[in-house]
């Protein structure tokens, strides 16, 4: 009787299991086409302003946490936040040009850590701290950007009139309202709920095998110090993109304003461009499943 074939990903030794270049780009679509549609949900959820306070749904942060937690967390977090700017920002007519490249890279950066914070996606212990890792790296350095270039002229504040000071008081309630409602309602709790249970099951249809608790990936091969040099580096790349954006009178940006134009029915072409996506990579994951158990079938006669 021929023994089952195991997962193309699978190797023997300490550390993560390696992957070829075709289950890399697969997570990396996945991961992009899944945090799009989750995005273009954000756009019709209701915001309320109290006062110069604005409680909103920046984005449902359970989606990248749940990718990265149950698949390798970098390509997770180079995808999903592309996924945005495609199917959202680019599709919708709200692109920021270069000042793209700051949300861009802080969101990778948080996702990143968070998925390598997660040993084994049915901790939900370590879920949690994933899904407010991912808000609290993204809006902190988001924070620091905005107060840097009030700092040095390129914006202009957004205070309370004669007290200029309140810029701070109104970024730290900015944070905190963002990690409780897209850091925990809608990040860290449903993580909790879904990963658990889609780990060991969504990944053979991948053809992956499940993340090995013994076996986690590391912030950085060269150590951690190496990851936050990297991450420093990372972090002023996209502060110069975001005051080069403003000082450059927002280049690159891109606001056609189709959605004034044709109200919310317009995000259904955002939706199917996502779909159409998933559908061909659904298909094109089937394919090259089906050909490798066959090739493997061949080789055990």
Sequence with gaps: MNAAPRPADVRDGSGPPELNSGQKLMIFVLSMTLFGLANILTEVLPEVRIGPVELSVSYLAFVPVVMASLFHPLYAALGAPL??????????????????????????????????????????????????????????????????????????????????????????????????????????????????????KIEPLLGLAPRDPARPYALAERGTGAFLLLALVLAFVSMIAAFTSEIFDNFGVWEPGFIDQYGQRFLWIGVSAAVIVLAALVVTVRFVVHSRRERAAQEDR
């Design 83 to 200: 996924g945005e700017i495609v199917f959202v920002d680019l599709l919708m007519g709200d692109f920021s040009g270069l000042g793209e490249l700051e949300g861009y890279l802080q969101m990778s950066l948080g996702i990143y850590i968070a998925g390598c914070l997660v040993r084994d996606p049915r901790r939900r212990g370590q879920l949690f701290l994933a899904g407010v890792t991912v808000v609290v790296v993204d809006k902190l350095l988001s924070a620091i950007v905005d107060i840097g270039k009030v700092m040095i002229g390129v914006d202009d504040a957004e205070f309370v009139p004669g007290l200029p000071e309140s810029i701070l008081v109104l970024e730290a309630v900015g944070f905190t309202t963002d990690l409780l409602i897209s850091g925990v309602l809608f990040g860290a709790l449903p993580a909790m709920a879904l990963a658990p249970r889609l780990y060991g």
